[in-house]
């Protein structure tokens, strides 16, 4: 019995550990929470490392069988507790019993107990021997890397058999193995040498993440429900049929009422592109410095274990931004002659934009009005989404799910608790439950961090598409003149398989189906902009409400389209844009005193949609917007805490000041005033210290610090 189907990953973990034996405790991995942790850092997402450990427990625990048959010192030892458990009366989860309260059995016990610790030793001992020996072949070689001893057999590096390890004719392989009077290859351009590693980096590429790819939806952190279909060329189409009522009271004439609807809901795939050139001189200036350990090439040009290793890091980056495309991604073409790379958001068209646009554009799906969420309110917001949304006969289906931001998440499992007794044990399963709706499971989207949107709908609703099975994770590789470079392409794309039905104003109630259901709340956050190129053309269809443009733009915007009745148009500027472009009212767009909009300044220029397809200022702004950094905080009563922020925004009327809870010593915070009416602040006995009475208004701020317990005074600007 070898231990062979995991021994490269056992090995990625012991290197990751710098450790020379797998820890293993009566026939199980036994890594420590801080090793546990060191692995899933080190892993990044791309071995589910729960999955892997289970794996290799399972390999561990046949091995472990395997070794007892055969090892006839274990089958003698094996036998001889039997027997005397046996002869005293006792099994082997009696020992720990006996030991502790059968006085005349006390040694007895600690005999047997001593004898089954021995035989589990000599278990782990003989575990420990199968994984350090070769899987097919003798080995050949040792390799001392400082980290851990992998051994090599007589044809292939890591004794792996794969063909990519092969000793012959792989000059790298044989000197990695130890193989002395091998020298490394030139790998000049269109050598033998440069296609078979070409080859082997592709093979590595299908074979390796081939094994990933059923684990790709947890690696993304999308839901592990959503279903993937594969072989979709360009677009899919499922058709949808909805029915009215059909049944009707006894009657003489002839009235048909069949009434029935199908519409297709359409999903459509979007080629990625992954472009990457490492230059040589680069990874050569690279492995001279402080990163030399991973030159394994000496001063050949071609750094083919950095470059593996790189292309590692950059492929945990490519899934990432799958992920990110399936929720927010919005669609935007790269033109044929720019020289400004697009953008990983707008490769294609994700979730959240379709939930847009069949809501605005083709009245899919209506929202009721419901209140935003608080920290206070979410257990009845929630509960508000479902009864003000889902029709009676439907919220109770079984299926359902809540998606919200993981903030939310926690931030209603801490009301929870609050609610229902902070001395209340939960569950985690029940802490997600929705009181009174245990059908509605709450499943966090992390795309939706700083997002207050939440939208129900059915657990097989949404899917993901694919062209090739596993071409995500396959990569190509040319060299020329030192420098390499690696492409791959594929197709991604999430869907939703129904949202609503289309229908005509007027038609019964009972004949508008949908299938999700939102709270109403904005689905993008505020300061998220669509980057558009210049086609030259001075006219804009609005893929979204925000817009904003790359570096090169040179032409004037005159015209909008693909707008709704009402919609909220911002056009953000670009401060790095060369030349005088500009927004003006040559088109559709009415401009405030007939003054253009300067695009370089990289302010933003805010319009209104009116139903005739035109569009009015509302306001601009003529510079950038700064950093936010922490969100300010709005007050109207008299008194703040320090914890919640560090700007304070008065909106209250006239009132005196009152006082400062939490902080911390050395905060500083500023108080601002408001339109509604002057706060007064004056000194506060251990509290807050000002020079003299600031009468706080719209337009006036107080900065305070905190020292040795009070809030000193360090500047103010009052009217």
């Not at 890591?158 to 012959?168: A, C, F, Q, R, T």
């Not at 080859?199 to 299908?206: C, E, K, V």
């Not at 929630?382 to 809540?402: D, F, M, S, T, Y």
């Not at 900065?703 to 009070?710: A, R, S, Y």
């Amino acid at each position: 019995m070898k231990f062979t189907k995991l021994k490269r990953t056992v090995a990625l973990m012991m290197v990751a550990l710098k450790i020379k034996e797998l820890p293993i405790e009566e026939g199980k991995v036994n890594f420590s929470e801080d090793q546990l942790e060191e692995l899933r850092t080190a892993f990044g997402g791309t071995i589910d490392l729960d999955k892997a450990l289970d794996a290799v427990n399972k390999e561990l625990a046949e091995m472990k069988e395997g070794a007892i048959e055969n090892d006839q010192r274990l089958i003698d030892a094996r036998d001889e507790i039997q027997k005397m458990l046996k002869e005293h009366g006792l099994a082997e989860e009696d020992v720990e019993e006996a030991a502790e309260g059968q006085e005349d059995n006390k040694d007895v016990s600690a005999q047997i107990k001593a004898m089954l610790e021995k035989y589990s030793t000599s278990v782990d001992e003989k575990l420990q021997k199968l994984i350090k020996s070769s899987e097919e072949d003798t080995p050949q070689a040792q390799l001392e890397n400082g980290k851990t001893d992998m051994k090599h057999s007589d044809t292939h590096l890591y004794g792996s058999n794969k063909v990519y390890d092969e000793l012959e004719g792989r000059a790298w392989n044989q000197i990695a193995a130890g193989v002395q009077g091998v020298s490394m290859p030139k790998f000049e351009a269109g050598s033998l040498e440069v296609q078979k590693l070409a080859n082997d980096l592709d093979l590595y590429n299908r074979q390796t993440n081939s094994k990933l790819t059923s684990l790709f939806r947890d690696t993304l952190k999308l839901p592990s429900f959503w279903t993937l279909r594969s072989n979709v060329d360009d677009r899919v189409a499922d058709g949808n049929i909805v029915t009215a009522e059909i049944t009707q009271a006894r009657k003489k004439g002839w009235l048909p009422k069949n009434q029935q609807l199908i519409q297709p809901e359409e999903a459509q795939v979007y080629p990625a592109q992954v472009d990457i050139e490492h230059a040589g001189y680069e990874l050569q200036k690279w492995l001279t410095s402080w990163l030399a350990d991973y030159n394994k090439e000496g001063s050949q040009a071609y750094k083919w274990s950095f470059v593996e290793y790189l292309n590692m890091e950059l492929d945990k980056r490519r899934g990432q931004e799958d992920r990110v495309v399936s929720i927010k991604g919005v669609h935007v073409a790269t033109p044929d002659n720019t020289n400004i790379p697009g953008l990983a958001i707008h490769r294609g068209d994700g979730i959240l934009i379709k939930l847009w646009r069949a809501l605005y554009y083709d009245k899919k799906y209506r929202v009721a009005q419901i209140e935003a969420p608080t920290k206070q309110n979410i257990l009845d917001h929630e509960v508000q989404l479902i009864e003000k949304n889902i029709p009676e006969e439907e919220r109770n289906a079984p299926g359902l799910i809540l998606y919200m931001s993981p903030d939310w998440v926690r931030a209603r499992m801490t009301r929870k608790r609050i609610e229902y007794g902070e001395n209340t044990t939960f569950k985690n399963e029940e802490l997600l439950e929705i009181e009174n709706y245990p059908n509605i499971k709450i499943c966090p989207l992390v795309d939706l961090a700083g997002s207050d949107f939440m939208f129900i709908t059915y657990d097989n609703n949404i899917g993901l598409m694919e062209n090739v099975p596993g071409e995500r994770g396959m990569y190509r590789m040319e060299t020329l003149k030192r420098d390499v470079f690696i492409f791959s392409d594929y197709k991604w794309g999430p869907r939703i398989f129904h949202i609503g039905m289309k229908v005509k104003e007027g038609d019964p109630n009972s004949f508008k189906v949908q299938t999700v259901w939102t709270n109403g709340m904005p689905m993008f956050k505020k300061d998220f902009f669509v980057r558009l190129y210049d086609d030259g053309t001075g006219e804009i269809k609005l893929p979204y409400s925000n817009i904003t443009i790359t570096d090169d733009w040179t032409s004037n915007i005159e015209t909008l389209s693909n707008g709704y009745a009402g919609q909220i148009v911002r056009i953000k500027g670009n401060a790095s844009i060369q030349g005088a472009a500009k927004v003006v009212d040559d088109g559709n767009i009415s401009l405030t005193g007939d003054a253009d909009f300067n695009l370089n300044t990289g302010g933003v220029i805010t319009l209104l949609c009116n139903g005739d397809n035109t569009y009015t200022e509302l306001k601009r702004t003529t510079e950038p917007d700064q950093d936010p950094g922490e969100e300010d905080v709005e007050f109207n009563g008299t008194a703040i805490d320090a914890d919640e922020g560090y700007t304070f925004n008065y909106t209250g009327g006239n009132a005196n000041f009152t006082g400062i809870t939490g902080g911390i010593e050395g905060q500083a915070i500023t108080i601002n005033g408001g339109e509604g009416g002057t706060l007064t602040v004056d000194d506060i006995a251990g509290n807050v210290n000002v020079s003299a009475a600031a009468a706080i208004a719209d337009g006036d701020y107080l900065k305070l610090t905190l020292v040795d317990g009070v809030w000193e005074e360090t500047d103010r600007s009052i009217a």
